[in-house]
């Protein structure tokens, strides 16, 4: 696995990511709080197959970040840039959390770079009691309150594989940039609504994966989305919250595989 930058020049921010494999592009993106490492097992993987490219958010580890007051559309507009900065034609876009947020706009806004889109544990359409606790919290960590115990209470079980999955978990979120995370959060309150009324114009595979006990990123929210899309199927890890891919890594990257098989309607993506 090689760790390689690159400074944009449409906009001169360097962006990180984490490469390995060949064949045909996998870039996936992390949650909020969370970098490019929060991948690995996938990237272990899926690269014997394909080139898979693990994005570090911006803000997040090595990636510069946005602006202050950014949302949901400039971190779509950021990963465009970085695809046309990596000579990409098309790819396939997975992301986590706000990662899936990021993805699900990519995928609608520019049909012409995406091949199929994956949704990890997503949020869509949170209703108001949900929207105003989120946007609590992103009031919270706008003013440097920051409470990573109780995120990390939420995403995890007692069991031996969230408790190491846990460790790791709260190293990333401790490390992380505190205005990065601030933005990030802040998008990612507000964007569940962005893109949600216009699922139907994804034609590739498409595919919403989460765990049964995420609280916030449900199971019903990804059969919703499923059901929005043209080629949706959805997915639920039956005893696991909203890490799934580091607590049911085997599981997820199964799926993952099965999603990246999913044979191309070509005359649908024109």
Known sequence: MTV???RLSETGKIV???EAGHGDPLILIHGVGMQSAAWGPQIKTLSAEFRVLALDMPGHRASDP????????DYVAWLHAVINALGLERANIAGHSMGALIALGFAIEHPEHTNRVALVNGVYQRTAAARKAVMDRANDIQNGKIDLTTPLNRWFADTAADRTARAQVAEWLGSVDGQGY????????????????????IAGPFLALTGSDDPNSTPEMSS????AAQQGRAVTIEGHRHMVNLTAPDDVTAHLRRWLHTPLDQEALR
């Open 4 to 6: 390689r930058t690159l």
């Open 16 to 18: 990180a990511w984490q």
């Open 66 to 73: 946005l602006a202050a007051g950014s949302a949901l559309p």
């Open 182 to 201: 601030a933005t990030a959060y802040t998008a990612f309150a507000k964007g569940d609504m962005v893109y949600a009324d216009r699922i139907g114009e």
């Open 224 to 227: 919703a989305m499923a059901a």
